[in-house]
C-alpha cells in the first residue's frame, strides 16, 4: 500500500497541502482530482521525493520513504510522469532514454539496443517513437510526455503517478492508453492518475480523492459519483459552462489570410503542405489535429519564430492597429521565463511594455499595479506580482499566458492547446475570455488549435483539420466526434 500520513507543505505564505491523507492498494488505478492550485501535483511531488514535507510522511509497504530524495523513491519502486515533461531538451530521445531503465548493459552504450526496446514498449501503449536521433527540443510536448511515459515504465515501477498524462493525447490515441493503465493494474501495480478530465477518471478508476485547497474533501467510488457531483466538490457552485454568447449573424472583413503556406525541413521533408484559409473579425477558427502533424510549426511560422519555405501570411492592421498575440503550447520553455516574476512576464509583450514606459524608461510601480490588476481580472492564484512565475502551479502559468494575450489588445490570438492543464472552471473562464474577445464590438479572430475535440466543438464556428502537413475544412455534416477523430489520424474521404 502506498500511503501519505498528515502531509503538510508550505510555499512561502501558501498552504498548499494541509494535513493530507492518502492511500493507494496494489492493483488499483486510484484518480486524484482537484481544481488548479488544489495541491495535486505538490502531494504527487512528495510521494515521487522531489519534495519534502514539512510535516506527515509517505510510506510504502510500511516503510517510510525517505523525504525529498527521488532516487530513493524510485529505487522503493515509485516512477511519476510530471505535466512538464523533464527531458533534455539538446540531447536525442534515445539518449533520454538512456538514462532511464532502458540500458541495462553495464558496459558501453547500445542506443540502438534502447531504440528498439522503447519501439517495442510504444507499440504496445499504440504510438510510433521519433526518427532516430532526432533530438528533443524539436519534438511536440505530445511527443515529449509519450517519452516520460517510456522513461518512467522502462523501471518497471510498482507504483507509477501520472500528472495529467491525456492532456495531449488525440481521441485514437486516448483508448489504447486507457487500456495500457487497466494492464499496469492487471499485474498488481498502483496507477495514481491526476486528471482535470472527470469522465476520464471515472471510466478508469477505482477509486477517486478529491482535493480542494490543500485538503481532502471526499473519497469516493465511480459508482457513487458523477461527472457533475465531481465538479461540485472540486470547485463548489462556480459556473463551469461557457458563458452563452450569441454568434455574431456574418464574420466581419478578413483579419488573417494564409496562402499557400509550405514548409519544408533541413532535409527538405515537407511539414506544412500549402496551407491556405483565412480567419474574420468576429471569427473562432479551430483546429484539430493529432500532435505532430504540422501544428507546433504552423504557430511558430504565425508568430514569426520561423521562415516559411513559401506562400504568405497576410496580417490586416485595423484602424487602431493591432496585431496577433500568440499563445504557445509549452508554456515553460515558450510561454514565460520562470525565473522571472509576474510582473516581468507580462511585460514581455511589447504592448504591455509601452503602457508602462515613458520615454524610454521603465515605470516599475505602474508595471506592478497593471499586473496586480490582471491577476484579480483573471483570478490567478499568486500572492502577488513580485511572485516569480516558477512558484505558480501549471493551470495559473496558464492564465498568466492568456492575460497577457488579451491585455495586449491585438487583431489575433493564435491559441495552441490553450486549456491543456486547466479545472472545469479555468477551462470554462478561458473559453468566456476568448468568446467576449472575439464577439466584442469590432470583433477580434481566433485561431485555436487543439487535440480536445469538445473543447473545438464548443466553441468555434468554423473547424479544420491538419493532418500530415494539410488541412481541409470541415461542414457541418462532419461534427461527428468519431468521424473527426478518424480524419485527425489521417483517414482519407
Same mark, same amino acid.
Not at 459519483?225 to 459556473?239: P, Q, V
Given at each position: 500500500?502506498?500511503?501519505?500520513?498528515?502531509?503538510?507543505?508550505?510555499?512561502? =505564505?501558501? *498552504?498548499? @497541502? $494541509?494535513?493530507?491523507?492518502?492511500?493507494?492498494? !496494489?492493483? /488499483?488505478?486510484? %484518480?486524484?482530482?482537484?481544481?488548479?492550485?488544489?495541491?495535486?501535483?505538490?502531494?504527487?511531488?512528495?510521494?515521487?521525493?522531489?519534495?519534502?514535507?514539512?510535516?506527515?510522511?509517505?510510506?510504502?509497504?510500511?516503510?517510510?520513504?525517505?523525504?525529498?530524495?527521488?532516487?530513493?523513491?524510485?529505487?522503493?519502486?515509485?516512477?511519476?510522469?510530471?505535466?512538464?515533461?523533464?527531458?533534455?531538451?539538446?540531447?536525442?530521445?534515445?539518449?533520454?532514454?538512456?538514462?532511464?531503465?532502458?540500458?541495462?548493459?553495464?558496459?558501453?552504450?547500445?542506443?540502438?539496443?534502447?531504440?528498439?526496446?522503447?519501439?517495442?514498449?510504444?507499440?504496445?501503449?499504440?504510438?510510433?517513437?521519433?526518427?532516430?536521433?532526432?533530438?528533443?527540443?524539436?519534438?511536440?510536448?505530445?511527443?515529449?510526455?509519450?517519452?516520460?511515459?517510456?522513461?518512467?515504465?522502462?523501471?518497471?515501477? =510498482?507504483? *507509477?503517478? @501520472? $500528472?495529467?498524462?491525456?492532456?495531449?493525447?488525440? !481521441?485514437? /490515441?486516448?483508448? %489504447?492508453?486507457?487500456?495500457?493503465?487497466?494492464?499496469?493494474?492487471?499485474?498488481?501495480?498502483?496507477?495514481?492518475?491526476?486528471?482535470?478530465?472527470?469522465?476520464?477518471?471515472?471510466?478508469?478508476?477505482?477509486?477517486?480523492?478529491?482535493?480542494?485547497?490543500?485538503?481532502?474533501?471526499?473519497?469516493?467510488?465511480?459508482?457513487?459519483?458523477?461527472?457533475?457531483?465531481?465538479?461540485?466538490?472540486?470547485?463548489?457552485?462556480?459556473?463551469?459552462?461557457?458563458?452563452?454568447?450569441?454568434?455574431?449573424?456574418?464574420?466581419?472583413?478578413?483579419?488573417?489570410?494564409?496562402?499557400?503556406?509550405?514548409?519544408?525541413?533541413?532535409?527538405?521533408?515537407?511539414?506544412?503542405?500549402?496551407?491556405?484559409?483565412?480567419?474574420?473579425?468576429?471569427?473562432?477558427?479551430?483546429?484539430?489535429?493529432?500532435?505532430?502533424?504540422?501544428?507546433?510549426?504552423?504557430?511558430?511560422?504565425?508568430?514569426?519564430?520561423?521562415?516559411?519555405?513559401?506562400?504568405?501570411?497576410?496580417?490586416?492592421?485595423?484602424?487602431?492597429?493591432?496585431?496577433?498575440?500568440?499563445?504557445?503550447?509549452?508554456?515553460?520553455?515558450?510561454?514565460?521565463?520562470?525565473?522571472?516574476?509576474?510582473?516581468?512576464?507580462?511585460?514581455?509583450?511589447?504592448?504591455?511594455?509601452?503602457?508602462?514606459?515613458?520615454?524610454?524608461?521603465?515605470?516599475?510601480?505602474?508595471?506592478?499595479?497593471?499586473?496586480?490588476?490582471?491577476?484579480?481580472?483573471?483570478?490567478?492564484?499568486?500572492?502577488?506580482?513580485?511572485?516569480?512565475?516558477?512558484?505558480?502551479?501549471?493551470?495559473?502559468?496558464?492564465?498568466?499566458?492568456?492575460?497577457?494575450?488579451?491585455?495586449?489588445?491585438?487583431?489575433?490570438?493564435?491559441?495552441?492547446?490553450?486549456?491543456?492543464?486547466?479545472?472545469?472552471?479555468?477551462?470554462?473562464?478561458?473559453?468566456?475570455?476568448?468568446?467576449?474577445?472575439?464577439?466584442?464590438?469590432?470583433?477580434?479572430?481566433?485561431?485555436?488549435?487543439?487535440?480536445?475535440?469538445?473543447?473545438?466543438?464548443?466553441?468555434?464556428?468554423?473547424?479544420?483539420?491538419?493532418?500530415?502537413?494539410?488541412?481541409?475544412?470541415?461542414?457541418?455534416?462532419?461534427?461527428?466526434?468519431?468521424?473527426?477523430?478518424?480524419?485527425?489520424?489521417?483517414?482519407?474521404?
Amino acid at each position: 500500500m502506498l500511503r501519505a500520513n498528515a502531509i503538510t507543505k508550505r510555499f512561502g =505564505r501558501t *498552504l498548499a @497541502l $494541509d494535513a493530507v491523507d492518502f492511500e493507494a492498494l !496494489p492493483g /488499483e488505478i486510484h %484518480a486524484l482530482v482537484g481544481e488548479n492550485g488544489a495541491g495535486k501535483t505538490t502531494l504527487m511531488n512528495v510521494l515521487a521525493g522531489s519534495l519534502a514535507a514539512d510535516h506527515g510522511e509517505a510510506i510504502l509497504d510500511g516503510r517510510p520513504l525517505q523525504a525529498g530524495s527521488p532516487r530513493a523513491a524510485l529505487a522503493a519502486g515509485i516512477a511519476a510522469v510530471h505535466q512538464s515533461p523533464m527531458l533534455f531538451e539538446r540531447m536525442t530521445w534515445e539518449e533520454n532514454l538512456a538514462l532511464g531503465g532502458f540500458d541495462t548493459n553495464a558496459g558501453a552504450l547500445d542506443l540502438d539496443a534502447i531504440a528498439m526496446r522503447a519501439r517495442s514498449l510504444a507499440a504496445k501503449l499504440g504510438f510510433e517513437m521519433p526518427p532516430a536521433a532526432a533530438t528533443v527540443e524539436n519534438r511536440s510536448v505530445a511527443e515529449r510526455v509519450r517519452l516520460e511515459v517510456l522513461r518512467a515504465l522502462s523501471f518497471n515501477p =510498482r507504483v *507509477l503517478i @501520472l $500528472d495529467e498524462p491525456t492532456s495531449v493525447l488525440a !481521441p485514437s /490515441e486516448l483508448t %489504447a492508453f486507457l487500456d495500457l493503465l487497466r494492464n499496469l493494474r492487471g499485474e498488481g501495480r498502483i496507477v495514481v492518475l491526476i486528471t482535470h478530465k472527470l469522465a476520464e477518471a471515472i471510466a478508469v478508476a477505482d477509486r477517486i480523492t478529491v482535493l480542494r485547497r490543500g485538503r481532502v474533501v471526499a473519497r469516493t467510488t465511480p459508482a457513487q459519483t458523477s461527472e457533475e457531483k465531481l465538479a461540485g466538490l472540486m470547485i463548489g457552485e462556480i459556473e463551469t459552462q461557457p458563458a452563452a454568447s450569441a454568434t455574431p449573424s456574418h464574420a466581419g472583413d478578413p483579419v488573417l489570410q494564409i496562402e499557400n503556406l509550405t514548409l519544408d525541413d533541413h532535409s527538405g521533408r515537407r511539414i506544412l503542405d500549402r496551407l491556405s484559409f483565412s480567419v474574420a473579425a468576429g471569427e473562432i477558427v479551430g483546429i484539430a489535429g493529432v500532435d505532430g502533424n504540422g501544428q507546433t510549426e504552423l504557430v511558430e511560422l504565425l508568430a514569426g519564430a520561423r521562415h516559411s519555405s513559401s506562400g504568405k501570411i497576410n496580417l490586416h492592421e485595423g484602424p487602431s492597429g493591432g496585431a496577433m498575440a500568440v499563445i504557445p503550447q509549452n508554456r515553460d520553455l515558450d510561454g514565460l521565463i520562470l525565473d522571472m516574476r509576474l510582473w516581468e512576464n507580462l511585460i514581455l509583450a511589447r504592448p504591455l511594455r509601452e503602457r508602462v514606459t515613458s520615454h524610454g524608461w521603465l515605470n516599475t510601480s505602474r508595471a506592478i499595479d497593471l499586473c496586480r490588476e490582471l491577476i484579480d481580472r483573471f483570478r490567478i492564484r499568486a500572492p502577488g506580482p513580485e511572485t516569480f512565475a516558477s512558484a505558480l502551479s501549471g493551470g495559473n502559468r496558464q492564465r498568466l499566458e492568456v492575460a497577457r494575450a488579451i491585455a495586449s489588445r491585438p487583431r489575433v490570438i493564435v491559441a495552441h492547446n490553450i486549456c491543456r492543464g486547466l479545472d472545469l472552471a479555468a477551462t470554462a473562464e478561458v473559453h468566456r475570455t476568448i468568446l467576449d474577445f472575439a464577439f466584442a464590438a469590432g470583433g477580434g479572430a481566433v485561431i485555436l488549435i487543439s487535440s480536445d475535440l469538445d473543447e473545438l466543438l464548443a466553441i468555434c464556428g468554423r473547424l479544420l483539420i491538419i493532418s500530415r502537413g494539410k488541412i481541409r475544412e470541415t461542414n457541418p455534416g462532419e461534427r461527428d466526434p468519431e468521424r473527426l477523430g478518424l480524419l485527425m489520424a489521417g483517414a482519407r474521404d
